[in-house]
């Protein structure tokens, strides 16, 4: 469903991403694992057409995404939330909500999809007039996935969803991923928190200093001696 | 008393139109537009110059001038904001550039009405005989010229308090950032936004017609009133705009009959000014 071959993206003088190339198949959920500033968020807004590439390709459904603009992306199936998470804090839950079916693609399924979401995330139900930008960091998490899901997507990219949260809070946000990929929905998922991620992922790919190091199915990675040292050692292993 | 309250409606309607249309250009495509007045001028002209040489009503004429006024700001936009919004990196830069740039505007559409209209004031005689409303005699033209800028406001307010593309107007005043995110293109709204601006501004220049008397140097005063009760009301609030352009004309009309005529632009400044001391975010802003 999506390919992406030798991508590489640069900050002026800085590499980010010095020729990664990446698979996911449709109805897969793909992560993608690195420490900080391994660039994996360069990736995902490259992906998104959110940052400009300095070269390799991307393509989506068989079609190269070379500038194909955000807005123009999120109209072919593609929806990011990025990390901070891009909602409108000044509008309420139910406004996020409603732009997220802007799109032209996702209008006629709107309301279907705000059931689920609201299923999904009950809260959000409870919460509909709330001003955004005043919930918790988690339920804005929420706000944000369910607007991406609003939009009817093919493939939904998460930018470190669990990022900045209470490890309770984390936890609800897996298990919506969880809910999320048993919906056959296409995921391709940046985390830190490889434990939890290589629990839900099909397959994962390891990312460090804009370079893929690593990849397979996320069954053997979880076994894999050199990834167990690397990021579910220690600290990680017990955020979770 | 009732006199002064009913005449100071009318023109607090037609400054709280023009107010309406700056806000939009500056919430959403982010451009202050400095010869927002002289665009309210050329709709104005163009009423006194068709009525005078073909005869044809102001209230005809306001199906033309008003989608003329938004095709104007849609080519303005692309021609000549596009380019700075494209190249601006931040939001400053954009504010400051696009000061500059309608800055020269206003001259040379200045120039453009002076060449063509002169520089006397100029004024019509359309439905001026008067109606009774509530005891009081008021020329039917003002009536009709306040009768626009409430439809015209009423019909704006509602659109973007609950219409699917109100929403996105104002997700892309908000926070222009996340909007491309949903889909939505935002060079696109904010064209959408600066023409609709201009409709506004053309709207309201079909009610000074109506009942002002006007010259082609006059163009900055509108501007001015329309920017100070933008700020009043709290920059991007468009009920805020609304309800402060009601009360600049209430006050002008009221210092006019009771004080002097002569005070009211200092009047207007002078509540400009303590506004801005005292509560800079305007009146009904956000803290
Ligand atoms: N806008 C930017 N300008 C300059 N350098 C950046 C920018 N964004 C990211 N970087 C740098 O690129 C590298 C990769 O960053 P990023 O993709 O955000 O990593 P990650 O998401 O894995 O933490 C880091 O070294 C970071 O400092
Ligand atoms: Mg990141």
């Keep these: 469903m999506l390919e992406v071959r030798d991508l590489r993206v640069r900050y002026g003088k800085h590499v980010a991403l010095e020729g990664v190339s990446l698979k996911v ?36 459904e068989g079609q190269s995404l070379a500038d194909v603009p955000t807005h123009a992306l999120v109209e072919r199936g593609i929806a990011i939330v990025p990390e901070g ?18 799109p032209e693609r996702a209008r006629a399924s709107a309301d279907g999809m705000r059931a689920d979401v609201f299923e999904l995330f009950p809260r959000l139900a409870e919460r509909r007039a709330q001003i955004a930008g005043t919930m918790s960091g988690g339920e804005q998490q929420m706000v944000a996935i369910g607007r991406a899901l609003m939009s009817a997507p093919k493939l939904l990219l998460l930018d470190e969803p669990s990022l900045g949260l209470a490890p309770i809070v984390a936890k609800e946000v897996f298990a919506a991923l969880k809910r999320i990929r048993d919906t056959g929905l296409t995921v391709l998922v940046v ?3 490889a434990r939890a991620t290589l629990a839900l992922a099909d397959f994962a790919y390891l990312v460090e200093a804009g370079r893929v190091t690593g990849s397979g199915p996320a069954a053997e990675l979880r076994s894999d001696p050199a990834v167990v040292r690397a990021f579910l050692g220690g600290a990680m292993a017990s955020e979770t | 008393m009732l006199t002064t309250l009913i005449l100071g409606l009318v023109l607090g309607g037609t400054y709280a139109l023009l107010a309406l249309g700056l806000t939009l250009q500056y919430g959403i495509a982010r451009i ?37 006024g938004y095709a104007l700001g849609w080519v303005l936009y692309t021609v000549m904001m596009r380019p700075l919004v494209a190249r601006s990196e931040s939001r ?20 453009v009405l002076l060449v063509s209209f002169g520089a006397n004031f100029t004024s019509i005689s359309y439905l001026d005989r008067g109606v009774n409303v509530f ?17 015209a406001a009423g019909a704006l307010i509602w659109a973007l308090a609950r219409t699917r593309w109100g929403l996105v107007m104002r997700a892309v005043a908000l926070t222009p950032g996340s909007a491309p995110l949903v889909g939505i293109d935002v060079n ?50 468009v009920a805020g705009a609304l309800i402060a352009g009601l009360a600049l004309g209430l006050i002008e009309t009221f210092v006019s009959t009771t004080i002097d005529p002569g005070l009211t632009m200092a009047a207007t400044f002078l509540i400009f000014l303590i506004v801005l001391l005292w509560r800079p975010q305007g009146l009904f802003g956000r803290g």
């Design chain 1, 25 to 60: 198949g449709a109805g897969q959920m793909v992560a993608i694992l690195g420490a900080n500033g391994a660039g994996k968020s360069s990736l995902l807004n490259a992906i998104a057409g959110r940052i400009p590439t300095q070269g390799g390709d991307i393509a989506f």
């Design chain 1, 85 to 102: 998470r891009g909602i409108f804090p000044a509008l309420t839950v139910a406004d996020n909500l409603s732009l997220g079916a802007i």
């Design chain 1, 191 to 193: 985390e830190q928190n």
């Design chain 2, 32 to 68: 202050m537009n400095l010869a927002y007045g002289e665009l309210t001028l050329i709709a104005a002209f163009v009423v006194v110059a068709a009525f005078q040489a073909a005869g044809i009503p102001p209230l005809a004429a306001l199906i033309a001038v008003v989608p003329a």
């Design chain 2, 92 to 111: 400053g830069r954009l504010e400051i550039d696009s000061i500059l740039a309608t800055f020269g505007l206003l001259f040379l559409i200045q120039g």
């Design chain 2, 135 to 151: 005891g009081v005699s008021v020329a039917l033209n003002r009536l009709i010229a306040f009768g626009i800028c409430v439809v």
């Design chain 2, 188 to 237: 696109r709204v904010a064209r959408q936004g600066f023409a609709l601006g201009t409709a506004l501004a053309a709207a309201g220049g079909v009610s000074v017609a109506m009942y002002q008397t006007f010259s082609a140097t006059g163009g900055v005063v509108f501007t001015m009133k329309a920017l100070v009760i933008v700020i009043m009301g709290g920059v991007g609030n």
